[in-house]
């Protein structure tokens, strides 16, 4: 076997690292499975629990975008979110976005074909790009936006979804199983919080504004693109990529050389300038506290059980902060080569990091040279020779318009509206595992394939044989 071996070495290597990595992939898939399994039978326990009516879901409607992650979603629905949703029973509707070719199907699926006064919550499964096709026609429905929704983080790029759900170790937060079958217990279990969005507005080109969660410019984003590019070189693809960089594109200001100038405001968490209506709902609880003030006997005969009320914050009078609105100018004398544009977990303001020094070999972004702050708006000329290669929004590419004409001005603030997001309970349930009691030890595979689910590819096939 050894002599075997050393003739033909090649051979040996090439049937060593195939069954390596076969063996890692088996593996892999049959933690992923025991995982699914786990899940199917807490779904099951609370499914057959007594949920009361008014916390129980009644429908809610399935966004699902089949091409992405390349065209796995749908897969990767089926397999993993598709059983659970069933077993909790649920009246699920799925829609798919990937069928859609214009705004005007968009528009009359979101407000017609889905009966948005019938839902309960929405499931949005994709990345930040179907986030970003959706807020435009979530923001202009009333029902919608009050709605809650559900991100189950399929996708290439899932920046905003990583602020919803707990810190992992996994670089793409579709290879962990856990979290999302634990976005479908969410439904029950999570937190909604109103998160808004970023607004990008580009006024020359006649667009409408663009909602995202990242806006990349710069020479530090064309880098991390030829890396992705350059992905088979392995760990000599960050030395190529500054290499190739360093041979092809010379070093440019992201502004423009004819208005060079990047204004700013600082965030304000609101104030008599910026929302007039505070004033009337300040006088409104001032007139509320008013009325309901107890006379002097009342308050002398009453009794121990009427003292209990329930507390109500009271509204501080509200100010003018001066510096609301004021627009500050950057530093004309440095030149940034780049800017990155971020959501924060602040209603009130965005974070703004700016960097005029191109490290060509430093490949940690935490240590990018930069200077971070949080503004309310920012406002910049991009250089028009650089946005077709260095500027991403949502990690792609800005796309031209019907002129080919690329903006002169591009301004980044908060979005008006919010949306009302699930957020992902810390205790998982799959850390927690041992100390929950089930009721029941294993999954009945009968019950679950009188439902057309079946978890074992094997008993698929015997019911077939059977039928043929």
Known sequence: MFRTIRTHWKKSLFAFCALSYGSKWSYDRYQANKIRAFYCRQASL?????????????????????????????????KTIFPLLHLIGLDVRVYRLDTITDTDGMTDLLTNKIEPNELSALMIVGGDGT???????????????????????????????????????????????????????????????????????????????????TLDFGHYTRLE???????????????????????????????????????YSNPCPGCLRCQPSLMDQYNLSQQQQKEHKPSFFSRIYQTKHSNIKTVKPQLSLPVENPDCGIEYCMN?????????????????????????????????????????????????????????????INHDKLKENEEKKYPSECQIELSEKTLKFIEINQDLLLTKQSTLKSTIHELEEDALEKKGIFLFSRRHQQQQQQHA
């Open 225 to 263: 693109q030829l890396q992705k590019r350059l992905w088979y070189f392995s760990y000599l693809k960050y030395p190529i990529s500054s290499i190739y960089h360093f041979l092809t594109t010379s070093v440019k200001s992201v502004s423009s050389s004819e208005q060079p100038a990047i204004t």
């Open 332 to 392: 004309p004398t440095k030149q940034p080569i780049q800017i990155w544009a971020k959501l924060n977990n602040n209603e009130h303001n965005i974070q703004v990091d700016i960097s005029d020094t191109l490290e060509r070999f430093n490949y940690d972004k935490e240590k990018y040279p930069k200077q971070s702050m949080n503004v309310q708006h920012i406002r910049f000329n991009p250089n028009i020779d650089l946005i077709p290669k260095q500027m991403l």
């Open 131 to 213: 986030i970003s096709e959706l807020a435009p026609h979530l923001f202009q429905s009333t029902v919608l936006e009050n709605l809650p929704i559900c991100i189950v983080p399929i996708g290439e790029h899932v920046s905003f979804a990583r602020s919803l759900f707990p810190v992992t170790d996994k670089k793409k937060l579709h290879d962990d199983i856990s979290l999302l079958c634990e976005s479908v217990f969410a439904l029950f279990n999570g937190k909604v919080v109103t998160k808004p969005l970023l607004k990008i507005t580009m006024p020359d080109t006649n667009d409408k504004p663009i909602y995202a969660s």
């Open 46 to 78: 609370l499914g057959a629990q007594s949920i009361p009516s008014m916390n129980r879901l009644t429908r809610i409607a399935v966004l699902l975008n089949g091409k992405a992650m390349n065209g796995k979603a749908k897969s990767l629905y089926d």
